[in-house]
């Protein structure tokens, strides 16, 4: 009785001839000794290193180090037979080309992420409009953030998980919040009525928004002198300061001042509680807030530019909306 052969089963069932199967058998043998010595890899290190961040560098860098050995040994396996390689590559090249554009375009652009470094993992990003968040992952096709944003303010995280297409920085603007110069200006503008003492106000929110944020000029100093040697960022003024502007309701007072992405919410917050606090005690400063009143030049205005009636004038105007 004759014993089973492997070679004839496959021809007959399957229709490979023998260089296709040892081709698949070699190809089958590559992909589990290289799958194998990773793991043993990734497990030696693990055993070695407690930094989170580590081992996420080693699995990626083994993941790649793996794909890049496996293609080389298979395309040698497979195109071992062929006179005319560069036909048969430039035939096959064109039709992934047509069939996977999309893929093709996201793998370039993991291509330019890894040689340019537009951002990685760690950084906070603004893709577009309207989708932003700390990279968490950066894989072949795609990055992934921790969205940040969207229906909660200050830049604060959802919760949600967002997988980006690595192709989108080739046709969308990047926003990077980590890239070179570390931190971001934000803004809180105070409406005062125009009866309070504006002076005093302003002068009261510098002492607060120093106090807050002025520790973190010289840092910031610091960093534009670094990043000048690569990107054109040249700041004269990197100290808080309080701009004084007019709006139909009062005096807005604006406070400016440098924080980092990630304290933004945090420290706005403790700059309101003790303007607050302050203006609290105080009797000749009002927050002003949208409102409507008659306004009678005649009762109110200034001495020098109260119309007088005479007589058979017309009655003064009773007012106007402010």
Known sequence: MNGFNLSEWLQKTVG????????????VIIV??????????LRA????????????????????????????????????GFQQLSTVVGLVSAGIAIALKDPLVNLAGWVF?????????????????????????????????????NWVHADQSTGRVVHVPNGRVFTEAVANYSKGFKYIWD????????????????????????RHA????????????????????????????VYTSVEDSGVTLT????????????????????????FAERDDIDFAY???????????GKSGAVKSAGPGAPPPDPGHFA
């Open 16 to 27: 490979l001839l023998s260089d296709s199967q040892g081709a698949v058998a070699y190809t």
């Open 290 to 300: 949208p409102t409507t009143r008659y306004y009678d030049n005649t009762q109110e």
């Open 187 to 210: 803004e809180i503008g105070v409406l005062v009525t125009f009866e309070s003492n504006w002076r005093e106000a302003k002068s009261i929110l510098d002492g607060i928004v120093k």
């Open 45 to 80: 290190v693990e055993r070695r290193l407690a930094d989170a961040h580590a081992h996420y560098h080693w699995r990626k860098t083994t993941a790649y180090l793996a794909f890049f050995i496996a293609f080389i040994f298979v395309v040698r396996i497979w195109f071992k």
């Open 113 to 149: 992420i890894a040689w340019r470094r537009p951002f990685e993992v760690g950084d906070r990003i603004e893709v577009g409009r309207g989708v932003a968040g700390d990279v968490i992952d950066l894989r072949i096709f795609a990055f992934t953030l921790m969205e940040i944003g």
């Open 255 to 278: 406070m400016r001042y440098l924080t980092e992405p990630q304290s933004r919410r945090a420290r706005a917050q403790a700059i309101w509680e003790d303007v607050l606090t302050a």
């Open 32 to 41: 589990l000794v290289l799958w194998l010595a990773r793991r043993l890899l």
């Open 214 to 241: 002025e520790h973190l000029s010289g840092e910031a100093e610091k960093r534009v002198r670094e990043v000048s040697r690569r990107f054109m960022i040249f700041y004269t003024k990197l100290t808080p300061i």
